[in-house]
């Protein structure tokens, strides 16, 4: 054998490069200029402010990213949120239950959901994104019909002319403050992420992920794990949702809905992330965090707040552009 036929040549792949570490680097390029611009955004206060505001979107986001995991999507989650939380301050409010049935009142709720989509999904064969889509709005209408498409507080007058006389429970409205609410963010990115790294059952969704057949004939379950997967997905968006209300200590219609873009932007931009070409809980996190970061920094700007939209949906084209470019090639 010859030296020459040994010698190996290494070659720098920007694109390779730019997919594995373009998210980080984003990041780190939008905090030099964010705080070039205004040296406050890097201060603690507004660091703890910008982890305190990814942390609904992280958690939705999650549970988007199980779906995603076994070839799925959900596009229902942001009306679960919603549903989840009408549910858990009306049963603070209108029913005077306490912090552990509201919070298992809106849990249960949620399951519900995310079994009707699998069982849509897995048993009747209906395209994921068509009947999620169908879902979001199902569920949105059924949040509004509970609610009288009012917002639910404490104090607030019932359709009989008499005052709500419920309270929100002081333990519950802690889950939303820092340093719980981040907490929560963190250990939901943690578990997930060791579920689906290390666990058989999370590379079985890999698996099924990759190829749904070659999975089914090694003698993995196939249905039942996308039955798991789109009840994790819709148990997830009640999580969000139950921090949503503890954060706002209400419930307005369509609360959860404005947290669907955001997440579904995470969840891809979570593709990419130090190469892993698949969803994955921290590649999730880091996405919100760009999110966050971008959010933040251009508010701190005095750009528009109508104006957030066109740069968020510019990143999630890029992502998505990004991600399915490499899994063409």
């Keep these: 054998m010859t030296a020459g036929k040994t010698k190996k040549h290494y070659s720098f792949d920007l694109f390779n490069f730019l997919y594995k570490y373009g998210t980080l680097l984003t990041i780190l390029i939008l905090i030099v200029v964010f705080a070039y611009s205004n040296p406050a955004f890097i201060q603690s206060n507004n660091i703890i402010n910008i982890l305190r505001s ?9 549970g988007i990213t199980i779906s995603l995991s076994v070839n799925g999507f959900d596009l229902s989650v942001g009306s679960v949120a919603s549903l989840s939380n009408a549910i858990v301050i009306s049963m603070f409010v209108w029913f005077s239950q306490n912090t552990t049935i509201a919070i298992f009142s809106a ?5 519900l959901v995310g079994a009707f989509n699998a069982l849509m999904i897995v048993k009747v064969k209906i395209p994921d994104m068509l009947l999620t889509l169908a879902t979001m709005f199902i569920v949105q209408g059924i949040a509004l019909t509970y609610t009288r498409g009012a917002t639910v507080s404490q104090n607030m007058v019932m359709p009989d002319g008499t005052f709500a006389t419920g309270t929100i429970s ?6 939303g403050q820092v340093p719980w609410i981040i907490i929560i963010m963190l250990v939901v990115v943690v578990a997930v992420h060791i579920f689906l790294t290390y666990t058989k059952h999370g590379r079985y969704m890999y698996v099924i992920g990759g190829n749904q057949e070659a999975a089914r004939l090694s003698g993995i379950p196939v249905n039942k794990y996308k039955v798991i997967a789109y009840l994790l997905s819709a148990f997830f968006a009640a999580v969000g949702g139950i921090v949503l209300a503890s954060r706002v200590m209400t419930a307005e219609i369509g609360a959860g809905t404005p947290y669907l873009m955001d997440a579904v932007a995470a969840a891809f931009i979570g593709f990419s992330v130090l190469g892993a070409g698949k969803p994955n809980a921290f590649g999730t996190f880091i996405g919100a965090v760009l999110i966050g970061i971008l959010s933040n920094g251009l508010v701190m700007m005095s750009v528009p707040y ?3 939209d066109i740069v968020k949906g510019t990143v999630l084209a890029f992502a998505l552009a990004l991600t399915y470019y490499k899994l063409k090639s």
């Excluded at 849990?107 to 399951?111: Q, T």
């Design 54 to 62: 990814i942390s609904i979107v992280t958690i939705i986001a999650i």
């Design 107 to 111: 849990i249960i709720a949620a399951l």
């Design 170 to 175: 002081p333990a519950f409205a802690k889950i």
């Design 306 to 308: 109508y104006a957030m």
